[in-house]
Structure formats: structure tokens, C-alpha cells
Nanobody
Framework: QVQLVESGGGSVQSGGSLRLSCAASRYVSSTSCMAWFRQVPGKERDGVAVIDRLASTSYADSVKGRFTISQDNAKNTVSLQMNSLKPEDTAIYYC???????????????????????WGQGTQVTVSS
């Protein structure tokens, strides 16, 4: 089992920045994925950003150019730097861990919530206009 602990949520004005962090309880597999998702009441849980153990990343279109996901493999942590925040970024943000998809060429990570097995408790991000 992988336990995930999130931190860094809070309130900020539109245009401001926040940095979220997620710490895993133990070593994470070299073929695993770590991602950030977000969810608002009445809406589905959407993928925001994902990174694999070799630091390949992908982002939702809504956050490209504003958010950056990064990791520290030695400490099994992943962070999400959020810049130029907008009110529509307001949500509960969740850290997640899952397995990569295997292909002939190697493996890759997705932003589909069904690919993730372990989740953090969530941290609230509120962006005011």
C-alpha cells in the first residue's frame, strides 16, 4: 500500500500562486505514475498533471503554461507549482499514485482516474476574483 500525504492548499487571489506537495509513504515503483487531480461539488474528478519516474509529464489543457508538476525521486515526493491562478481553479486537489500502461515501446502514464489506485486526502485550493 502507498499512503499519500498532501500539503500546501489555501486561499489566494486571482493571478497568485500556490505550491502543493505530496509525500509517499514508501519507495514508488519505477513503472508507476504520480498525478494531481481536482474536483468541485457536482463535477467529475479531473486529471490536472501527471509525471512518471523518468520525469515525463503531461497536463490538462486548462492548466498548460500555468502549472508545473515535479518530483524528488529520492524522497518519493511530487509537487504542483500553480501560477496565474484563476477562480475556476478552485477545487479540492488530490494526489494520486497508479501504474503505467505497458507498450512495445515502453510505458506511459495517463490522466484517467481509473488508472490510479492510491489517493491522498485532498487539500482545498480557493482562488478569489
Amino acid at each position: 500500500q502507498v499512503q499519500l500525504v498532501e500539503s500546501g492548499g489555501g486561499s489566494v487571489q486571482s493571478g497568485g500562486s500556490l505550491r502543493l506537495s505530496c509525500a509517499a509513504s514508501r519507495y514508488v515503483s519505477s513503472t508507476s505514475c504520480m498525478a494531481w487531480f481536482r474536483q468541485v461539488p457536482g463535477k467529475e474528478r479531473d486529471g490536472v498533471a501527471v509525471i512518471d519516474r523518468l520525469a515525463s509529464t503531461s497536463y490538462a489543457d486548462s492548466v498548460k503554461g500555468r502549472f508545473t508538476i515535479s518530483q524528488d525521486n529520492a524522497k518519493n515526493t511530487v509537487s504542483l507549482q500553480m501560477n496565474s491562478l484563476k477562480p475556476e481553479d478552485t477545487a479540492i486537489y488530490y494526489c494520486a499514485h497508479g501504474r503505467a500502461h505497458y507498450t512495445v515501446a515502453g510505458y506511459y502514464c495517463t490522466l484517467f482516474h481509473s488508472d490510479y489506485n492510491y489517493w491522498g486526502q485532498g487539500t482545498q485550493v480557493t482562488v478569489s476574483s
